[in-house]
């Protein structure tokens, strides 16, 4: 599986519009499905969560290969269900991500950055 994935994030609907976001969900999924069989993901997963006082309801990982995950935002199939649960959510997001091997990776920069930034203190 891929290091790199888009996290799409969702909080609560807009009254009125459950059915509406129960659509685009359903859409988003078979946009996805055909993008995985198409070779363009390697694969996704939804999470949802339990009640919690928080804004995020749940939220989607799609894991795929840097350049074709920055490409896929940019088709029209998945920017159209991105637009439409936009509307349909109070809170929508879509982020980019690091898993696996990728997460070490990011710590160990994340530490080098830190060492420059103490460094500069320290001359200063």
Do not use: C
């Amino acid at each position: 599986m891929a290091d790199t994935a888009l996290f799409l994030g969702w909080g609560g609907t807009y009254p009125g519009r459950e059915r509406l976001a129960r659509e685009t969900y359903t859409e988003l999924v078979d946009v996805l499905n055909r993008l995985k069989a198409e070779g363009e993901i390697e694969g996704f997963e939804t999470v949802l969560l339990a009640p919690h006082g928080g804004e995020l309801d749940g939220f989607m990982l799609v894991y795929g290969e840097p350049d074709k995950l920055a490409t896929l935002q940019m088709r029209d199939a998945l920017n159209r269900v991105q637009m439409r649960a936009r509307l349909d959510h109070a809170k929508f997001s879509v982020i980019w991500a690091v898993t696996g091997d990728e997460v070490k990776a990011e710590f160990e920069l994340l530490d080098e950055v830190v060492e420059h930034y103490e460094r500069e203190a320290q001359l200063a």
